[in-house]
């Protein structure tokens, strides 16, 4: 399984952005597929989820009515579309996948995961 995270940059608070995840390797339908950010010194965070199979999604309470996590069956590709930024949002932002998921908002219950693509908000 190989992860390839973009759509990382530089916006301005309140503004938006569209990470995107291509996925390769088996077929996802049963995968969990996830994103989490990090920041110098800190844990991995759980941002967002989707169950593959059938879109169903879940958030951190961080994101929760500003972002929306989805997939794309035909282009085997998960995006987070992050709206109302915020200068805590400023983090490297990680895809992740999950063959079999425990607690699909811990780090350790995913299997594989990409580069991180880097989001920076101005305040």
């Known amino acids: 399984v190989q992860l390839q995270a973009s759509g990382g940059g530089l916006v301005q608070t309140g503004g938006s952005l569209r990470l995107s995840c291509t996925a390769s390797g088996p077929p996802f339908s049963g995968y969990v597929m996830g994103w989490f950010r990090q920041t110098p010194g800190k844990d991995r965070e759980f941002v967002a989820r989707?169950?593959?199979?059938?879109?169903?999604?879940y958030y951190a309470d961080s994101v929760k009515g500003r972002f929306i996590i989805s997939r794309d069956n035909a282009r085997n590709t998960v995006s987070l579309q992050m709206n109302g930024l915020k200068h805590k949002d400023t983090a490297l932002y990680y895809c992740?996948?999950?063959?079999?998921?425990?607690?699909?908002?811990?780090?350790?219950?995913?299997?594989?995961w990409g580069q991180g693509t880097l989001v920076t908000v101005s305040s």
């Open positions: 992740a996948a999950a063959s079999r998921i425990g607690q699909s908002d811990v780090a350790s219950s995913y299997d594989y």
């Open positions: 989707i169950k593959w199979s059938n879109g169903n999604a």
